[in-house]
T-cell receptor
Framework: QVQLQESGPGLVTPSQTLSLTCTVS??????????WSWIRQPAGKGLEWIGRMHASGSTDYNPSLQSRVTISLDTSKNQFSLRLSSVTAADTAVYYC????????????????WGQGTLATVSS | DIVMTQTPLSLSVTPGQPASIACKSS???????????LYWYLQKPGQPPQLLIYQVSNRFSGVPDRFSGSGSGTDFILKISRVEAEDVGVYHC?????????FGPGTKVDV
């Protein structure tokens, strides 16, 4: 069973960089059949896709955040990470990591497994 | 960006009764590969979202068959044939045809 677990500081100072890590167990992040994404949800609000990375090294980011976001993979630790720079209070949210997989029938199952989420609060 | 809308935004249902949620996209979700990239998730209270339905009508592993999805192009429906108490939460639709991925506002279902 695939499991994802986010980790990182719960409190970030305004203008600093938010750094989170997602540790994957039960499967290798190196497989070409997966994409690894970050999604966030401010309290009481909807879901916002932040970006994704493939094992090939390709990345895609939400244009609304692109200038501030970096997603990277560490295959030796089976982890992927999110860095969001120049944070403000508007970046306060629960951050989720999630997997996308390709089924045997060739259908993309977007966000089939999620971490439990970690709350990141931006405050001085 | 593709805008996703859902109706209703809130739904109160009686256990054992059916329920349905509509989702509409601002652009067609039909890809040139012939597949339609519409997804449904359920976010139970205090939990992350969980995948229910992928590509309009395919139930994810372990999802009860009381959940079904239908639709095409820009208009989609999630149906619960007989609602159970464990079905409470927020239902989100999402488009997967274009980046950035975008979600609907969510439909809160209580029993």
């Amino acid at each position: 069973q695939v499991q994802l677990q986010e980790s990182g500081p719960g409190l970030v100072t305004p203008s600093q960089t938010l750094s989170l890590t997602c540790t994957v167990s039960g499967g290798s992040i190196s497989s070409g059949n997966y994409y690894w994404s970050w999604i966030r949800q401010p309290a009481g609000k909807g879901l916002e896709w932040i970006g994704r990375m493939h094992a090939s090294g390709s990345t895609d980011y939400n244009p609304s955040l692109q200038s501030r976001v970096t997603i990277s993979l560490d295959t030796s630790k089976n982890q992927f990470s999110l860095r969001l720079s120049s944070v403000t209070a508007a970046d306060t949210a629960v951050y989720y990591c999630a997997r996308t997989s390709l089924s045997d029938s060739g259908r993309w199952r977007l966000f089939d497994y999620w971490g439990q989420g970690t709350l990141a609060t931006v405050s001085s | 960006d593709i805008v996703m809308t859902q109706t209703p935004l809130s739904l109160s249902v009686t256990p054992g009764q059916p329920a349905s949620i509509a989702c509409k996209s601002s652009q067609s979700l039909l890809h040139t590969d012939g597949k339609t990239y519409l997804y449904w998730y359920l976010q139970k209270p205090g939990q992350p979202p969980q995948l229910l339905i992928y590509q309009v009508s395919n139930r994810f592993s372990g999802v009860p068959d009381r959940f079904s999805g239908s639709g095409s192009g820009t208009d989609f429906i999630l149906k619960i044939s007989r609602v159970e108490a464990e079905d409470v939460g927020v239902y989100h639709c999402m488009q997967g045809i274009q980046l950035p991925r975008t979600f609907g506002p969510g439909t809160k279902v209580d029993v």
